[in-house]
């Protein structure tokens, strides 16, 4: 079974990038789709974006301007970068498996304050 | 955006129930290809989210048969039979038809 685990800051400033990494094991990221997924304070789910098999991406286009999502098929890791954060990108991170989050992985906190 | 209306907001039940969450999208959410992509998640206290049921009506690996999913269009809905303590969380519909993916709101499940 597939399975995916986030790393990266608990804590980001203002106007600074925010990155996190997944790092995969039981399959490997150059097959299928792999995803970002945040959850605001409350229940809102936003869908961030994906990279494919290929190494194609798909980003939100509310997020188009500072969003990047690359891997590193050496390491079967995926990562996110978002840059110029505000306070309003305060969420819990998820990375996941597939088009329709076959798979998630426990989730990272993230805090932009400064 | 396609819009993802789900509800009720919030759903007492007793064990042993039947519920129903209802999803309705903004268009249609038939794909180009024939296939419908409307998925439904359960978020469990402290946990992450987990997939339920993909394209409708299909139950992921080891979903038990008290979920069920259907509709088609712009209206859906998830039917849980018989809920369990394991059952209570929050449920979401998600859209991966249209670009960009779009979530319901959620529906918190909780005991009366």
């Known amino acids: 079974e597939v399975q995916l685990q986030e790393s990266g800051p608990g804590l980001v400033k203002p106007s600074q990038s925010l990155s996190l990494t997944c790092s995969v094991t039981?399959?490997?990221?150059?097959?299928?789709?792999w995803g970002w997924i945040r959850k605001f304070p409350g229940n809102k789910m936003e869908w961030m974006g994906y990279?494919?098999?290929?190494?194609?991406?798909s980003y939100n286009p509310s997020l188009k301007s500072r969003i990047s999502i690359t891997r590193d098929t050496s390491k079967n890791q995926f990562f996110l970068q978002l840059n110029s954060v505000t306070t309003e990108d305060t969420a819990t991170y998820y990375c996941?498996?597939?088009?329709?989050?076959?798979?998630w992985g426990q989730g990272v906190m993230v805090t932009v304050s400064s | 955006d396609v819009l993802m209306t789900q509800t009720p907001v919030s759903l007492p039940v007793s064990l042993g129930g039947q519920v129903s969450i209802s999803c309705r999208s903004s268009?249609?959410?038939?794909?180009?290809?024939?296939?419908?992509?409307l998925h439904w998640y359960l978020q469990k206290p402290g946990q992450s989210p987990q997939l339920l049921i993909y394209?409708?009506?299909n139950r992921f690996s080891g979903v038990p048969d008290r979920f069920s999913g259907s509709g088609s269009g712009t209206d859906f809905t998830l039917k849980i039979s018989r809920v369990e303590p394991e059952d209570l969380g929050v449920y979401y519909c998600?859209?991966?038809?249209?670009?960009?993916?779009?979530f319901g709101a959620g529906t918190k499940l909780e005991l009366k």
């Open positions: 394209r409708v009506s």
């Open positions: 998600l859209q991966s038809t249209h670009f960009p993916y779009t």
């Open positions: 996941v498996y597939g088009y329709k989050g076959d798979y």
């Open positions: 990279i494919s098999y290929s190494g194609s991406t």
């Open positions: 039981g399959y490997s990221i150059t097959s299928n789709y």
């Open positions: 268009q249609s959410l038939v794909h180009s290809d024939g296939n419908t992509y």
